[in-house]
């Protein structure tokens, strides 16, 4: 089992930047992957960024350039920052567990309780 726990959000003015915080605690498997999803009102959870335990990242498309994804594995702390934030990027942004590094809902092992981000403009 493992828990997740993020931190880091609130509310943010746009241009601004973000750090997101997510530790993890519990039993970890070698192959596991760390992964931030975001959800916004009335949209289906995205992937955003995944990083495995050899550092190799992996951005969704969309992703690539504002979002920096990083971990500090001795302390078993992941991090999202997010540059140049905009009121698109409000949402509840989701840590979580996979095997393969794929940024998909469906092979996510487990989810962390979410931290809200608020952009205005």
């Known amino acids: 089992q493992v828990h997740l726990v993020e931190s880091g959000g609130g509310s943010v003015q746009a241009g601004g930047s973000l750090t997101l915080l997510c530790v993890a605690s519990?039993?970890?498997?070698?192959?596991?992957?760390m992964e931030w999803f975001r959800q916004a009102p009335g949209q289906e959870r995205e992937g955003v960024a995944a990083?495995?335990?050899?550092?190799?990242?992996t951005y969704t498309d969309s992703m690539a350039g504002r979002f920096t994804i990083s971990q500090a594995v001795a302390e078993n702390s992941l991090y999202l920052q997010v540059n140049n934030i905009t009121p698109e990027d409000t949402a509840i942004y989701y840590c979580?567990?996979?095997?393969?590094?794929?940024?998909?809902?469906?092979?996510?092992?487990?989810w962390g309780q979410g931290t809200q981000v608020t952009v205005s403009s």
């Open positions: 979580a567990v996979d095997r393969g590094c794929q940024l998909d809902s469906d092979y996510v092992d487990y």
């Open positions: 519990g039993a970890r498997n070698s192959r596991d992957c």
């Open positions: 990083i495995d335990r050899d550092g190799t990242t």
